[in-house]
């Protein structure tokens, strides 16, 4: 089963590609490009599911967790995972990333994923998009 995907994720222009391989059913590289933020952000989550349906029974999905220094983290991010058991790869018709960032602002813990609104001041013009939404997997 081999599958490819070109699509737009994180800050900017970045395609995301996703191919099954021999050791995990699915992974997920996806570029991303982080700058300016806070330098109180020293860490991200990118969480991939694969979806049998738009909006239905994830396939599985996979996790990774990168840490960033300085405000700034440039670099591919691979998430690869398995079908979840009982399900067959080939099931797999959609998927989903997803970048979460995790920070901390007075002893106190906070994220900011999908579409929610940071809460730290963006440099102007400067484009967030942390959620792919919903996408067709190519054949």
Do not use: K
Not at 12 to 38: C, K, M, R, Y
């Amino acid at each position: 089963m081999t599958r490819f995907v070109s699509v737009l994720l994180t800050l900017g222009l970045l395609p995301l590609t996703a191919i099954p391989v021999q050791a995990e059913d699915f992974e997920f590289t996806v570029p991303v490009n982080f700058s300016h933020l806070p330098p109180d952000i020293s860490n991200f989550l990118v969480d991939c599911t694969a979806l049998q349906a738009r909006y239905g029974v994830p396939v599985g999905d996979g996790q990774a967790r990168p840490r960033m220094s300085g405000g700034e983290f440039h670099g591919d991010v691979v998430v690869r995972f398995n079908a979840t058991a009982g399900h067959d790869p080939a099931w797999a018709h959609f998927y989903q990333c997803r970048v979460i960032g995790f920070y901390t602002d007075r002893g106190a813990s906070y994220s900011f994923y999908g579409t929610s609104s940071p809460t730290f001041p963006l440099e102007s013009g400067a484009p967030m998009m942390l959620d792919t939404s919903i996408q067709p997997l190519s054949p």
